[in-house]
């Protein structure tokens, strides 16, 4: 079955300490999309890929990069640079508008 | 600047009834609308999703209608079924934005047996 993979479902980091999220996708789908959610605060786009080799920040894109090295892959890594990194993290990939996006099952980040 | 809105953070109602959720979107760019439903601890699922030269899409017990004078749309639910309960966002895009979704920021919907 063709999906979208995040690993792992929960994460805890201590503070200062960098942190990398896994993405993977079967879909054969070009863009890939890295979200974050808060209570309260729905879904901010973090960074976003439409082709391999190329991704633009989004809008709450400081304290985090990303690598589009693979159509398959889209891995977030989360910086000590990142001032509230415990969040739920979500990632996606989209064919086009009209099936909008395919999401993960999320990761749960927690500094400790 | 918040493009899409979702102004109940919560909404309650009874098993059978009609659920009707909300949203608004300020970017008249904005040219195709889809919702989400979303469970605790788990991605959002695509529910039903609607281009701006229609104002009505029926899937099953979804429908969502677009007024696009209003930049208004709204989700309807009949009937609310129990498992219907999770958070609902709406999202929006336009042509120029290579597929890049703006979401609400979600309304948890509670159907009540």
């Known amino acids: 079955d063709g999906g979208i993979t995040q690993s792992p479902k929960y994460l805890f980091r201590k503070e200062g300490q960098n942190v990398t999220l896994s993405c993977e996708q079967n879909l054969n789908h070009d863009a890939m999309y890295w979200y974050r959610q808060d209570p309260g605060q729905g879904l901010r786009l973090i960074y976003y890929?439409?082709?391999?080799?190329?991704?633009q920040k989004g809008d709450i894109a400081e304290g985090y990069s990303v690598s589009r090295e693979k159509k398959e892959s889209f891995p977030l890594t989360v910086t000590s640079a990142q001032k509230n990194p415990t969040a739920f993290y979500l990632c996606?990939?989209?064919?086009?508008?009209?099936?909008?996006?395919?999401f993960g099952s999320g990761t749960r980040l927690t500094v400790v | 600047d918040q493009q899409v809105k979702q102004n109940s953070p919560s909404l309650s109602v009874q098993e059978g009834r009609i659920s009707i959720l909300n949203c608004d979107y300020t970017?008249?760019?904005?040219?195709?609308f889809l919702w989400y439903k979303k469970y605790p601890a788990e991605g959002p699922t695509f529910l039903i999703s609607i281009s701006s030269i229609k104002d009505k899409n029926e899937d099953g017990r979804f429908t969502v209608f677009l007024n696009k004078s209003a930049k208004h749309l709204s989700l309807h639910i009949v009937p609310s079924q129990p498992g219907d309960s999770a958070v609902y966002f709406c999202a929006a895009t336009s042509g120029g934005s290579n597929y890049k979704l703006t979401f609400g920021k979600g309304t948890l919907l509670t159907v009540n047996p």
């Open positions: 890929s439409q082709i391999v080799n190329d991704f």
């Open positions: 996606a990939s989209s064919r086009d508008r009209a099936y909008g996006y395919t």
């Open positions: 970017n008249s760019m904005f040219d195709y």
